[in-house]
C-alpha cells in the first residue's frame, strides 16, 4: 500500500515575507528614527527601507490565495489548534527567557486579541480557516464575474485610499481582515488567470515599481516640507494599501513564484512552513522580547552612518536567529510526550470536538464550585480589606478607591485569592469537612482585617508578624479596643460558628470529600511545601520571591500601610515574614573591625584626659516618657496656655533639644533599643520593624548602656510581656524588672482622675525607691512611663486647657485637651522628681526624652510637616550634688541612640572606646531617622534621612570625607554586633575601668 505523499509548497515567498516583517519590527521599534533636518541622506534610507519592507503580510495574504485551490478539501480547523499551542509555548519560552516578572506578559498569552498583539496573525488566521469555504463559492463563479468583483474591489480598496491619502477602511498597516481577505482574493486570481506565466517582463516591472516607491518617498517629502514645513506625510504612499506598495507587492510575489516554479527545489510541508510562521509573527509581536533587545541595542549613532547600519544589520540577525531558535524549538518539543498529551487534550479537529471540550471544562467547574465560589468570595472580601485600609472620607475618594482597586490591583487580589483558597484546601484536606474549613479561614481573614483597621487607626501600620507575641496579653489588647467592637465581633464569631455546624451537618452528603487516602497525604505535603516558601519571599529570586514579583507585590517595607493598601494586609503580613537585619558593609571582615577597635581605643584615651572617673555610686537614669511633646512646636495650632512650664524652663538652663524620633504615633520599645544600645533604627533592614522582638533573642550577645553599670533595673508601669520586654531585659543583663505583674510587685500604682494607666508621679516614686535603695555602686535606672498613652478619653474632671487650630478633627477636640491635661500633670510630676534628685547625696543624671508624639493628629498634617510630627522633647540634667551642669547648645537636634554618649558626656565621665565612636557621631554626624513619610516604624533600604539643626534634610553626598568615614566605621560596628560575628562585642561591652 502507498503512502500518501503530503503537499510540499514554495518556501521562497515565506522566507522574504518574514525577512520584510522582522526589517519592520527592526526599523519601527529597534532602531532611532533619524531626523530629516539632522541628517536628510539616513532620512530618505530609513523611510525607503521602510517603504520597500512594508509588504511582508502582503506576500504572505497573496501566498495563501495562490495556494487555496490546493487545499480546498482540507480541514483546517486542527491547524488553528496546533498553531496556538505552538504560540503559547513559544510566549512562555520568551518570557522565561527575558526573566519576566510581570503577570500581564502572561496573561495576554492566553488573550493575546484583548491586546490586539497580533492583528494580522488573527486576520490571516480567519481568512485561512475561512478559505477552503470561500475558494468552494468562487470556483463557481464564471472568469467574467471574477474580473468584474476583483476590479470593484480593488478600485474601492486600493485605488479610492490612494487618491485620498486617508485609509478609509482602517487596513491599519495591513492588519484588517478585510486588507488581508483582498490580497487572498488577488492571489486567487493571479493563479486562476495564470498570470505568473503571462506576466512578461516582471523583472523589470519589479525593479521600476521599487525605484518608483522609493522615489515616492523623496518626493513626497519634499511635498511635505514645501506645503506643511515638516516631514508629516513623506510616508502617504508607503503603506501596504497604497496602489504603489500593492504593484510592488504583486510584482515581487509574481517574480518569486516564477522563479519557485522554474527551479522547484525550495519547498517544504505545511507543518514546517506553519512553525517558522508562528515563530516569525511570535518573535517578532512579542512585547517582552521587544522590548529587550530595543533596550540593549537601540543607539543612535549620529555621527556614524556605517556603524548606524551594522547596528540595523545586528538586530535584523538577532531577530532570525531568534526565529531560527524558536522554530527548532518548537520542533524538538513536539517530539515529547506531554506536548503530544496536551495536544491531544486542547486540539480539537472539528467544532463539534469543540463543543465536547467546552462542556468537560463546565463539568469540571460544577465538580469544583465550592472552591470557584470561594474564591469569588475571598477575591471580594480582599477587595473590601484593600478598601477599608484607603482613603474613602468622601464620595469621591471612595468611588476613586474603589476604582483603583478594580482596576490597578488586580494582580495583588488573584494572588491573595491563591493563597487564601490554597490555605482553605489544605484545612478541608486535612479535615475533610468543607464548612469547618471554610469558617476557620474566613474568621483568621476576618481577625486580620479588624486588627489590621484598628491597629492602623491607632499607629499608621498593619498588623506584622512580630504582633503575634502580643497574643499573650491579649486581655491588655482588648482594652485598648472599644468595648462595642469586641461585643460585635464575638458576636459574628458566636453566629458563623452556629451556622457552620448546621451547614456542615446537613449539607454533609453533598460536601463529601471524595479522595483516596494517598492522594489526599500527597495534596497535604505539596501544600505544605508550598507554604514553606512563605518564608523565603524576601531572598532576591527565590520561588517565592519571584512569585510575588510575578504578581506585582510592592513590598513598600518603607510605608507598611501602602504596602497593606496596595498588596493587601496577607501579602503585607507575609511580607514581613522573610526578616533581613541589615545589608552587610562592603569592607566588613574581622581585620577591619580590629582596626576600628584599635583607633577608639586611642580616641577614649584621648577623650579621657579631661573626663573624671566614675563615683562608686554614680546614677544614671533614663526616662522616656510616654507620647510626651511640644504641641506648641506645631504649626497651625495655638494652646490656652503653655502646658509644660517645667519642661522649657529648666531646658534653657541645661542640654537640652529635640530628639528625631523613628516612629509617630507609636514605637516605645524602638526608641528604648535605640536608646539602650547605642545602635540606629534608621541602619537597619526595611524587613526589621521591631528589634525587641525580631532581633535581641537571635544575638548571641547583646552589648548595651547597662554594662558599664555594677546594677541596673528596668521600669515599666504596665504589662511586661509586652514587646517581648522580659526576655528582651533578660538578655540585655538588667538586674531586676518592675512591671504590674512582676513577682516583687509595683509599689507606687496611683492613676489620675479616670485614666486607667499608673501616673506619672507613681512611676518617678518608685525610681527614687530604687535610687535611694542603692548604696555604694554604679547604677543604671531605665524608665518608661506610661500615663500619657492613648487613649485620651476625657480622663480629669478639671481641665482648662484648651487649643485653637485645626491639626485635629472636631470629634477629637475632647482628645487633644486631655492630651494637655495630661502634659501638665507630668510636667508637674517631673518638677517634683527633680527636686527629690536635687536632695539626694549622690551623683545622678537624668536623662529625659518622649519617645513620640501622639497618634491623634490629622493624617495631612504630618504628611505637610514631616520631621515636625517626629521631634520631641529631650534634656540632660546633672543633680545639684554633682554641682557641674551646663547646657551645651549644639545638640538642639539628636538622635536616640546618642543618648548614652550623651548623658556621659554631661556627666563628663570617662568613656569606653564603644562611647568614644558614639561620641564622635553625637559631635560630627546629623541627626538621622527613617523617611518620615513612610511607616511609622520602619524604614526601607536606602530611605536613611539625616536632618540637621535647622530641618534640613541632607543627603549623604553632601557630608564631609571625615563625617563620611565616622559613619562608615560607626555602620561597621553596628553590623558587626548586630548581624556579623560579633568580634567587637566584648569590646563594646567593656566598663570605664577596664
Known amino acids: 500500500m502507498k503512502t500518501k505523499k503530503a503537499n510540499r509548497y514554495g518556501i521562497i515567498t515565506i522566507f522574504f515575507a518574514s525577512v520584510f516583517m522582522i526589517i519592520q519590527r527592526v526599523l519601527i521599534t529597534a532602531t532611532v528614527v533619524p531626523e530629516y533636518a539632522q541628517n536628510p541622506t539616513r532620512f530618505y534610507i530609513y523611510n525607503i527601507l521602510l517603504a520597500l519592507t512594508a509588504v511582508g503580510g502582503n506576500l504572505l495574504a497573496l501566498y495563501m490565495g495562490y495556494y487555496a485551490n490546493e487545499n480546498v478539501k482540507k480541514n483546517f480547523i486542527s491547524p488553528l489548534g496546533r498553531m496556538y499551542l505552538m504560540y503559547v509555548l513559544l510566549a512562555l519560552i520568551i518570557n522565561i527567557f527575558c526573566l519576566s516578572v510581570n503577570i500581564r506578559d502572561y496573561w495576554i498569552i492566553l488573550f493575546p486579541i484583548s491586546q490586539n498583539l497580533f492583528g494580522f496573525a488573527v486576520s490571516f488566521l480567519f481568512v485561512f480557516a475561512s478559505s477552503p469555504l470561500i475558494v468552494t463559492h468562487l470556483n463557481k463563479f464564471q472568469n467574467s464575474n471574477i474580473k468584474k468583483c476583483f476590479t470593484l474591489l480593488s478600485i474601492f480598496f486600493v485605488v479610492l485610499p490612494t487618491m485620498f491619502g486617508k485609509d478609509i477602511f482602517s487596513f491599519s498597516g495591513g492588519n484588517n481582515i478585510l486588507w488581508v481577505a483582498y490580497l487572498f482574493l488577488m492571489g486567487y486570481v493571479i493563479r486562476r488567470f495564470n498570470i505568473v506565466s503571462r506576466f512578461r517582463y516582471r523583472f523589470m516591472h519589479f525593479i521600476l515599481s521599487g525605484f518608483f516607491l522609493s522615489l515616492l518617498v523623496i518626493l513626497m517629502t519634499k511635498v511635505s516640507m514645501h506645503v506643511h514645513l515638516d516631514v ?59 522590548n529587550k533587545i530595543s533596550e540593549k541595542y537601540k543607539i543612535a549613532f549620529p555621527d556614524s552612518a556605517f556603524e ?31 506536548y503530544k498529551w496536551i495536544e491531544r487534550k486542547l486540539v480539537f479537529n472539528s467544532w463539534f470536538q469543540l463543543i465536547d471540550k467546552l462542556l468537560k471544562i463546565k463539568d469540571w467547574i460544577y465538580a469544583n464550585s465550592r472552591l470557584i465560589l470561594s474564591a469569588v468570595f475571598y477575591y471580594f472580601f480582599t477587595a473590601l480589606q484593600i478598601f477599608l485600609l484607603s482613603d474613602y472620607r468622601t464620595k469621591d475618594r471612595a468611588i476613586s478607591a474603589v476604582l483603583t482597586i478594580f482596576t490597578q490591583r488586580q494582580a495583588q487580589l488573584f494572588l491573595n485569592v491563591i493563597i487564601i483558597t490554597a490555605f482553605l484546601l489544605l484545612i478541608f484536606l486535612i479535615t475533610k469537612r468543607f464548612w469547618y474549613a471554610f469558617t476557620f479561614t474566613l474568621i483568621i481573614d476576618l481577625l486580620l482585617t479588624v486588627s489590621t483597621v484598628i491597629k492602623v487607626k491607632l499607629r499608621m501600620e498593619p498588623i506584622l508578624p512580630s504582633d503575634l507575641l502580643f497574643l499573650s496579653n491579649i486581655s491588655e489588647i482588648l482594652s485598648m479596643i472599644s468595648p462595642i467592637i469586641v461585643i460585635v465581633l464575638v458576636f459574628i464569631l458566636m ?131 510616654e507620647s510626651f511633646s511640644d504641641p506648641s512646636r506645631l504649626p497651625n495650632i495655638k494652646l490656652s496656655r503653655d502646658p509644660i512650664p517645667f519642661v522649657n524652663s529648666l531646658s534653657s538652663k541645661t542640654t537640652s533639644g529635640l530628639m528625631l524620633s523613628s516612629a509617630y504615633g507609636g514605637g516605645t520599645a524602638n526608641m528604648e533599643w535605640q536608646s539602650l544600645t547605642g545602635m540606629d533604627m534608621s541602619n537597619l533592614d526595611a524587613t526589621l520593624p521591631t528589634p525587641y522582638t525580631q532581633l535581641v533573642n537571635k544575638q548571641k550577645v547583646a552589648p548595651s548602656f547597662l554594662n558599664l553599670f555594677d546594677e541596673s533595673s528596668a521600669i515599666h508601669p504596665y504589662w511586661g510581656t509586652l514587646y517581648n520586654r522580659m526576655n528582651v531585659f533578660k538578655k540585655f543583663g538588667f538586674d531586676t524588672f518592675r512591671y504590674l505583674e512582676s513577682p516583687d510587685g509595683f509599689k507606687h500604682l496611683e492613676t489620675i482622675g479616670n485614666n486607667p494607666y499608673v501616673s506619672d508621679e507613681a512611676s518617678y516614686n518608685e525610681t527614687l525607691d530604687k535610687i535611694k535603695k542603692n548604696e555604694n555602686r554604679t547604677q543604671f535606672i531605665q524608665l518608661s512611663t506610661m500615663q500619657n498613652h492613648m487613649p485620651y478619653d476625657n480622663y480629669y474632671e478639671e481641665n482648662d486647657f484648651d487649643y485653637d487650630g485645626d491639626i485635629v478633627t472636631d470629634s477629637t477636640g475632647n482628645t487633644m485637651r486631655t492630651y494637655l491635661k495630661g502634659l501638665n500633670l507630668s510636667d508637674q510630676a517631673l518638677e517634683k522628681f527633680i527636686l527629690e534628685i536635687d536632695n539626694i547625696q549622690k551623683p545622678i543624671t537624668l536623662l529625659w526624652y518622649g519617645d513620640h508624639l501622639p497618634g491623634i493628629y490629622k493624617e495631612d498634617e504630618f504628611t505637610k510637616y514631616p520631621y515636625n510630627y517626629r521631634e520631641t522633647n529631650f534634656f540632660v540634667y546633672n543633680n545639684k550634688y554633682m554641682d557641674n551642669n551646663q547646657k551645651n547648645e549644639k545638640y538642639s537636634l539628636v538622635s536616640p541612640y546618642v543618648f548614652p554618649s550623651l548623658a556621659l558626656e554631661q556627666a563628663q565621665l570617662k568613656v569606653t572606646p564603644f562611647y568614644a565612636l558614639l561620641t564622635e557621631v553625637l559631635n560630627n554626624i546629623p541627626a538621622t531617622t527613617n523617611d518620615p513619610n513612610s511607616s511609622s516604624q520602619n524604614v526601607y533600604n536606602g530611605q536613611r534621612k539625616f536632618v540637621d539643626q535647622n530641618n534640613n534634610v541632607l543627603k549623604e553626598s553632601q557630608l564631609s570625607e571625615e563625617q563620611k568615614e565616622i559613619i562608615k566605621e560607626y555602620m561597621l560596628i553596628q553590623y558587626d554586633l548586630i548581624a556579623g560575628k560579633q568580634y567587637s562585642a566584648k569590646w563594646a561591652m567593656k566598663r570605664a575601668s577596664e
Open 232 to 290: 508629516s506625510t513623506a510616508n502617504r504612499f508607503s503603506v501596504p494599501w497604497s496602489i504603489f506598495s500593492v504593484y510592488y507587492s504583486v510584482l515581487l510575489f509574481i517574480c518569486i513564484e516564477r522563479y519557485n516554479a522554474r527551479i522547484g527545489s525550495f519547498k517544504s510541508s505545511f507543518k514546517t512552513i506553519s512553525i517558522f510562521l508562528v515563530a516569525t509573527q511570535v518573535a517578532t509581536n512579542w512585547q517582552v522580547l521587544i
Open 495 to 625: 453566629i458563623l460558628a452556629i451556622s457552620t455546624f448546621i451547614l456542615q451537618h446537613r449539607a454533609n452528603k453533598f460536601y463529601n470529600l471524595k479522595i483516596s487516602v494517598k492522594k489526599r497525604l500527597l495534596w497535604i505535603f505539596m501544600l505544605l511545601f508550598l507554604f514553606s516558601g512563605l518564608f523565603w519571599v524576601n531572598h532576591q529570586d527565590s520561588p517565592s520571591n519571584l512569585l510575588f514579583r510575578f504578581f506585582k507585590v510592592d513590598s513598600q517595607f518603607y510605608n507598611q500601610r501602602k504596602g497593606a493598601m496596595i498588596n493587601g494586609p496577607l501579602i503585607q503580613f507575609i511580607n514581613n515574614i522573610d526578616v533581613k537585619i541589615m545589608d552587610r558593609p562592603k569592607e566588613y571582615s574581622e581585620e577591619k573591625i580590629k582596626s576600628i577597635m584599635k583607633k577608639y581605643d586611642k580616641e577614649a584615651t584621648q577623650m579621657n584626659e579631661s573626663r573624671k572617673e566614675w563615683a562608686q555610686d554614680q546614677t544614671v537614669v533614663f526616662v522616656l516618657s
Open 308 to 338: 548606524w547600519s551594522k547596528r540595523i544589520l545586528l538586530i535584523i540577525g538577532i531577530y532570525f536567529s531568534v526565529c531560527i531558535v524558536l522554530a527548532l524549538v518548537i520542533c524538538l518539543v513536539q517530539k515529547f510526550a506531554i
